[in-house]
């Protein structure tokens, strides 16, 4: 079905987000403040996150066990999706990839060339079915390691191969959680240190909160609420904007409607050249100008800018 632009609701608007970071910089707790988050331990972790902030989780061996857990029926009580962490999560494709086809692997067990390719396509095929399926943001969470790049040191996910690339594809924001200064921040702007990824007017350096036994953990809920009252807002121009692409497009519909000779033409020539444009109303109502004089076979005189009548 195709629907308009218009028809967007923001309140229907889930967010994907990619967090990587160094070792012990709090991933895990910053991801799961994210609402009503299921923790998709992969990593087994979860010992590490002090008591309070912990979530529901479950503790996939295998990937197949994971999918049997991402069902709908067992998703009622959850929002949003925390896979800590995604390297441990392709990992537990690689194995799968492999027994789906032999070709995926080596003969050492590795994955050849064409098993990175395959589990690259599963990780965006599940991240697509986590948002649009089962409907519920998701949080991906990453290990940073660092890369000279000649003289510099730059921050990149712990994946490997071309599969790095990958994960961002489905993500609408991403970043480097980091320490600056006493402070911890999360980049999502891209910069000479790392790649990140910020829309909706969500970018730049953050600062986290700090958490302490009073303070809730909510800094990704508020973030998402936050990247949706901008994107609420955005909707909201928009149509306005739509509006008066219609009140346009009436406009010159009447201009076109009175053209029916090239006297007639030339007087209304002026009137389509003052119309304000919004949106794609000037294309639009130029063709159906261009339509008009064509049907009544109206001669254009480029030199003194006036049409004349069919010779």
């Known amino acids: 079905m195709i629907r308009q632009a ?16 160094y070792p012990g910089i709090g991933k895990s707790t910053l991801a799961l403040s ?14 590490r996150i002090e008591p309070q902030y912990r979530r529901p989780f479950i503790q996939p061996a295998t ?3 994971l999918l049997s857990d991402l069902v ?5 009580d959850f929002e949003t999706l925390v896979f800590d962490t995604g390297g441990k999560l392709l990992d537990l494709m690689k194995p799968w990839a492999i ?16 098993g990175y390719g395959e589990v690259g396509r599963e990780f965006v095929r599940l991240m697509d079915y986590c948002f649009y399926e089962l409907k519920k943001h998701i949080v991906v969470v990453f290990h940073a390691i660092e890369e000279k790049d000649g003289e510099n040191t730059r921050l990149r996910l712990m994946v490997e191969g071309q599969t790095r690339n990958n994960v961002w594809i489905p993500m609408d924001l991403g970043g480097y959680i980091e320490m600056v200064g006493n402070d911890r921040t999360l980049g999502l702007s891209n910069c000479e240190r790392y790649y990140a990824k910020g829309t909706r007017g969500i970018n730049g350096i953050i600062k986290i909160p700090a958490l302490n036994g009073n303070k809730q953990n909510d800094f990704l809920t508020n973030l998402f609420t936050k990247y949706n009252e901008k994107n609420a ?16 497009m009436e406009e010159g519909r009447n201009i076109i409607s009175n053209v029916a000779d090239a006297h007639s033409a030339n007087d209304m020539a002026k009137a389509m050249g003052e119309l304000k444009h919004v949106l794609t109303s000037r294309e639009e109502i130029g063709e159906e100008w261009k339509a008009k004089i064509a049907e009544l076979g109206l001669v254009y005189d480029s030199k003194t800018k006036t049409y004349g009548d069919p010779q």
């Open 72 to 76: 709908p029926d067992n998703m009622d």
């Open 63 to 65: 990937y197949e066990e």
């Open 233 to 248: 807002q955005e909707v909201a121009v928009y149509e306005e904007r739509v509006k008066e692409y219609e009140r346009v």
């Open 6 to 21: 218009t028809d967007i609701i923001p309140s229907e608007k889930r967010i994907r987000i990619l967090l990587a970071g």
């Open 34 to 47: 994210a609402p009503k988050a299921l923790h998709i331990d992969t990593d087994f972790g979860i010992d």
């Open 99 to 114: 027994r789906k086809d032999v070709k995926n692997g080596k003969r050492d067990g590795n994955l050849s060339l064409q």
